[in-house]
């Protein structure tokens, strides 16, 4: 009787934790379909009250999409190319719409060591701990990420930085000692907002869940440093 009871608390645990990683990889996959549809839809609508503007050398948009004010950037790319944004202000063969919920001008986070892509037939890892998926605005953060590196060429692969949380919901464990020689972007709270590179892992260290700042950081750094090579 105890080994029927037993076999059925494991059938109802394994169902359990396949459901979890099902919701945790459409989280992944919505945020792109997410980003990629408020592109389309910024793309196209009708703004008020534009506004142009640099902000080192790139040339933003500010546009109200409705009662949200955001910053738009746009450039061209060779996606067949090595490099994430090549030349920026050179025509090519992708156009590319950063779009920020920030002021990038506003934008203090501070980011050590420069942003360099690896060849895009490698993944780029982004992972994220149980403490940022708490966070209001980390859909938005993850969806703009996604959309970004989709964009762009690259093929992100989304996992969790927490064990035992990879473990319950069956996601990758990913963490940048294991997976050395890749690029990782890893996602946590922390003291104060910061990017910090160590080789070909980016920390983006969070505080009181001002996610969007530092992702957005992340983002216009990326292009910066590109531009500059």
Request: contains cysteine.
């Amino acid at each position: 009787m105890e080994k029927g009871e037993n076999k059925k608390i494991q059938k109802e645990e394994t169902k359990k934790k396949k459901t979890q990683k099902v919701d945790k990889e459409l989280y992944w996959v919505l945020g792109v379909m997410v980003a990629l549809i408020l592109v389309f839809l910024i793309s196209s609508a009708i703004f008020e009250s534009s506004k142009d503007f640099q902000y080192q050398g790139l040339e933003f948009t500010k546009e109200m999409f409705g009662e949200i004010p955001l910053y738009r950037f746009t450039y061209f790319t060779d996606t067949s190319s090595s490099s994430i944004t090549g030349h920026t202000i050179n025509s090519g063969a992708n156009r590319v719409i950063v779009l920020l919920r920030g002021d990038p001008r506003k934008n203090n986070v501070p980011v050590y060591g420069e942003i360099e892509y690896l060849p895009k037939e490698n993944f780029v890892y982004v992972s994220i701990n149980s403490t940022g998926l708490l966070c209001e605005d980390s859909t938005i953060a993850m969806a703009g990420i996604a959309s970004f590196m989709k964009q762009n060429g690259f093929t992100i692969k989304g996992g969790s930085a927490d064990e035992a949380d990879a473990e319950q919901t069956g996601l990758d464990y990913i963490t940048c000692e294991n997976r050395p020689g890749r690029m990782v972007i890893l996602l946590q709270s922390g003291p104060e907002n910061s990017i910090t590179r160590e080789g070909d892992c980016y920390t983006l260290n969070v505080a009181d869940c001002e996610v969007l700042p530092v992702t957005e950081r992340f983002l216009i750094q990326s292009v910066l440093d590109a531009k500059a090579e």
